[in-house]
């Protein structure tokens, strides 16, 4: 369903938008009158090549959640630019920095936990889960989230667009309480949020983990110029689930949201370890469209490991998707999703693995996966992603979120159009010296900020 309030729309005009774009046709007539000045000084370097060179400055910027900070890379080779931070999330005994005594500073916090973002007219938007608590009248008080606007530029704050809290310390009920993807779509944003805020109960920590009574998500959608907020979508009563959406993408006037259960919500599985969904939503009409793939959870390799054990085994091996968030289409048309393993550690006689889903982009049937450790790991190794994207060359990046000590934080290159689904570390993890802690979220300079393709 969606809720307008039509006071409150007040998008980017069309005039804004139009100045904007003449600004970077501009830009790129610069470019070309550089490239051939290049061209004839050089004489052997055509003016294409000279062009392409020029262009090459495009920037992969990456969520970096154990250094509270958007990391930047080149785009071609790869090197480690530095990164976008601002003042430490976490004071003492785990208080939120960004409060004093009860009262938001809007001008000390830096993107905490980078678990969405979209780059947009000069700007780095960054949907920030802030996962800290501060303390008012000696009560714990869980933080919402925030939507941060950034100059791609120099890195600098623009403007808090969406705070948690007004100035004087009282909570905005509007702003995204535990956001995760974020796009731009015709003069709006989109932000999945995970969990509904409950003024009513504001100590609950509803941030995907220990969820308990925590109230339906929602897709939030935003005027990026005052950050208001003026609409919302959730699926109808035919869902017949709690909706707690994660990862967003849009194609064809579809939104596209992986969903996710969360612990206590499911007798049948207390901790919200199995299955999950696809839902769609017609951004024509603000309305639910239906359940493109639903998993139940129940296909997994067996307890203990069995070497004879296949997918096919399963009679449906879509019910392999666990816990979904990143979500993708990739050039081929499938659809890419991230999945977290199901049971225990392998240690402990578990023998699942996390992985990637791809699903057929048109009927939403199983197509394949890519094990981000191995099949049927038993070696005690474990590697997950929650967020993925496809780059230059029609390369799929995943940054590995955490792991094993060896793998986490590094930043992979996957071939999908080799059926066996190679790869080659671009980022190396942090024990080898990477920059990354724990890589989340990414987009580059020439990400689509709606249905996430990489523009050439």
């Known amino acids: 369903m969606l809720q307008i309030d039509d006071k409150k729309q007040g998008c980017w005009t069309a005039e804004y938008v139009n100045n904007y ?63 976008i931070q601002g003042a430490e999330c976490y004071g003492p005994d785990g208080a939120f920095a960004g409060f004093a005594d009860g009262v938001w500073n809007a001008k000390t916090s830096g993107p905490c936990q980078a678990f969405g973002m979209f780059i947009k007219a000069g700007s780095l938007f960054v949907a920030n889960g802030n996962n800290g608590v501060y303390l008012e009248n000696s009560n714990q008080v869980n933080v919402s989230g925030d939507v941060m606007q950034f100059l791609v530029g120099n890195g600098r704050l623009k403007k808090k667009l969406v705070s948690p809290t007004d100035r004087s310390g009282n909570i905005n009920v509007n702003a995204p309480y535990s956001p995760r993807g974020a796009l731009f779509y015709r003069g709006k944003i989109y932000v999945a949020d995970m969990a509904e805020f409950d003024p009513n109960d504001p100590t609950a920590d509803c941030d995907g983990y220990y969820a308990g009574a925590c109230k339906s998500g929602s897709i939030k959608i935003y005027n990026p110029g005052n950050g208001r907020l003026i609409g919302k979508m959730a699926p109808d009563s035919t869902f017949g689930h709690v909706f707690h959406p994660r990862g967003i993408v ?47 959870g129940s296909c997994h390799p067996p307890t203990p490991a069995d070497a004879n054990w296949t997918r096919s085994d399963c009679a449906d091996p879509s019910d392999q998707l666990d816990r979904p968030e990143g979500i993708v289409f990739g050039p081929d048309g499938n659809i890419y999703i991230t999945s977290f393993r199901y049971d225990v550690e392998p240690s402990d006689g578990g023998n699942d693995n996390d992985k990637i889903m791809i699903f057929d ?17 038993t070696s005690g190794q474990r590697a997950f992603a929650q967020a993925l994207l496809f780059g230059p060359k029609g390369r799929l990046i995943v940054p590995i979120t955490s792991g094993t000590e060896d793998v986490g934080g590094e930043v992979r290159s996957y071939d999908v159009g080799n059926s066996s689904y190679p790869y080659h570390v671009i980022i190396p993890a942090y024990a080898s010296g990477g920059p990354l802690i724990g890589g989340w979220n990414l987009t580059y300079g020439k990400t689509d900020p709606a249905t996430l393709e990489y523009t050439k």
Not at 365 to 377: E, F, K, T, V, W
């Open 21 to 83: 774009e003449r600004r970077m046709s501009m830009r790129k007539l610069k470019y070309l009158f550089l490239a051939s000045l290049m061209a004839l000084t050089l004489g052997t370097v055509s003016a294409d090549d000279a062009l392409s060179k020029l262009r090459a400055t495009d920037t992969l910027y990456i969520g970096n959640s154990g250094l509270n900070s958007v990391a930047k890379f080149n785009a071609n080779t790869n090197d480690y630019l530095g990164a």
């Open 361 to 377: 982009g048109v009927t939403g049937a199983y197509a394949d996966q890519i094990d981000l450790a191995g099949p049927q790991n």
């Open 250 to 296: 849009i194609k064809n006037g579809l939104l596209y949201a992986a969903v996710r259960k969360l612990p206590g919500e499911d007798s049948a599985d207390p901790n919200g370890r199995s299955g999950g969904w696809v839902l769609r939503f017609d951004l024509a009409t603000g309305k639910f469209k239906d359940v493109f793939i639903s998993s139940d």
